[in-house]
Nanobody, 129 residues
């Protein structure tokens, strides 16, 4: 059974940085796609970033949601079956529960929640002004 465990959330002041981690067990995602989504208070779930290959011969590619572009970086360590989200220049509007998602399949829709069949429990990120 696949398990995704997020860590690294917490309270940070605006302008600060956090690094989220998501460790996968019970499956391998070295060839698949992993992503981060978030859900702020009173908001719908929002795509943050994904990393993976569209096809077996494709280069590893990343996709970022508009709110993440230029501030967040997604990284993947296949040896550790772990994906990271480095978040810089955090804003109060980044406050949310951040969820890790994964699939072992190749996908051209890394930004869609429908792509993923495994989800973590989430980690809270709170940015104070």
């Amino acid at each position: 059974q696949v398990q995704l465990v997020e860590s690294g959330g917490g309270l940070v002041q605006a302008g600060g940085s956090l690094r989220l981690s998501c460790a996968a067990s019970g499956g391998t995602f070295s060839t698949g796609t992993m992503a981060w989504f978030r859900q702020g208070p009173g908001k719908e779930r929002e795509f943050v970033a994904s990393i993976g290959r569209q096809l077996p011969w494709s280069l590893l590619s990343t996709i970022y949601g508009d709110s993440a572009k230029g501030r967040f970086t997604i990284l993947k360590d296949n040896a550790k079956n772990t994906v990271y989200l480095q978040m810089n220049s955090l804003k109060p509007e980044d406050t949310a529960i951040y969820y890790c998602a994964a699939t072992s399949r190749y996908s051209s829709r890394g930004d869609s929640s429908l792509t993923y069949d495994a989800w973590g429990q989430g980690t809270q990120v709170t940015v104070s002004s």
